[in-house]
């Protein structure tokens, strides 16, 4: 069976032929119900976007129109703090992405979303994602689904930056994040874990002393 759909519909004044390969419905699945007629309905929401490796999803002082469903590639989420970069969190393959705090409050971003890889995404607007809550049959149990679990697992990160040791946090992230040990710089693995790349290193050298 072919799973990959192609829609042309209008966004703004231009036709866009969008190509969905299934894998936005199946993350939508994942939370919530969702009808085969309403997959077309959600395919006319989207519109593709292609950042280059380097390239920004968002920059500080932006704000964030948009929420981006990962196809292919790899962002970061990061801060500066006196010049110096602290990643926060990455979105990877079939994963949605945003500054929701910008995205809901229409306020300028304090982070960084940028691309670690050529990245293909399907994003959308803040006025379209409303029409998604109204137009799914359980589109506004899908919104509030989302968000609780953006809140759950920001809580879990922050307690973990308080509680694990650097060793811990390592260990998570090889769990949340599988393969991207082979993907991400690890001078940005270390900030994620919140360490310099020399412990890292360290941390690395000794699993590999004990077999790990």
């Known amino acids: 069976m072919n799973n990959t ?12 032929v969008m190509k969905d390969n299934a894998a936005l419905i199946d993350a939508i699945r994942q ?13 006319t929401l989207f519109e ?3 950042l280059r490796a380097g390239e920004f999803f968002l920059q500080v002082g932006e704000v964030c129109r948009y929420v981006g469903f990962v196809n292919q590639g790899l962002l970061r989420y990061y ?22 705090e910008s995205f809901l409050n229409s306020s300028p971003s304090t ?8 990245t293909t995404l399907l994003r959308i607007s803040y006025g379209h994602l409303q029409r998604l809550y109204e137009g799914l049959e359980h589109g506004q149990q899908f919104g509030r689904l989302v968000a609780e679990q953006l809140f759950v697992s920001h809580l ?7 509680r694990d040791t650097a060793d ?4 998570h992230f090889l ?17 994620y874990v919140g360490i310099k790349p020399q412990s890292l290193s360290r941390i690395r050298a000794q699993r590999a002393g004990k077999h790990y």
Do not use: W
């Not at 939370?31 to 395919?43: G, I, Q, R, Y």
């Not at 703090?81 to 949605?96: A, C, L, R, V």
């Not at 879990?156 to 308080?162: E, I, N």
């Not at 811990?168 to 260990?171: A, E, L, T, V």
């Open 5 to 16: 759909i192609t829609t042309v519909y209008k966004f703004g004044s231009e036709p866009i």
């Open 31 to 43: 939370v919530v119900p969702l009808a085969d007629h309403e997959e077309v309905f959600v395919n």
């Open 48 to 50: 593709s976007y292609t």
């Open 79 to 100: 801060v500066l703090d006196d010049g110096e970069e602290h990643t926060y969190d990455f979105s990877p393959e079939n994963t949605f992405t945003c500054n929701y």
């Open 111 to 118: 982070r960084f979303i940028q691309a670690m890889e050529d």
């Open 156 to 162: 879990q990160k922050l307690t973990s930056f308080y």
């Open 168 to 171: 811990q946090r390592y260990d």
């Open 175 to 191: 769990r949340l994040f599988p393969g991207l040990i082979d993907r991400v710089p690890q001078y940005v693995v270390a900030s």
